[in-house]
């Protein structure tokens, strides 16, 4: 079960960058919005 643990948080790792790289694309997109 511990394997799983870690795959799960890698998962939500993996999630919060690409929201992240997607924010990053958002400024440089609309660099008016904050």
């Known amino acids: ?3 799983q ?3 799960r948080r890698q ?3 993996s ?3 690409r ?3 997607q924010l ?3 400024k440089i997109r ?3 919005k904050k």
Do not use: A, I, S
């Open 19 to 21: 929201e992240k790289k």
């Open 24 to 26: 990053q694309r958002d």
């Open 15 to 17: 999630r919060l960058v």
């Open 30 to 32: 609309n660099p008016k």
């Open 1 to 3: 079960m511990g394997g």
């Open 5 to 7: 643990k870690v795959t």
């Open 11 to 13: 998962k939500d790792v």
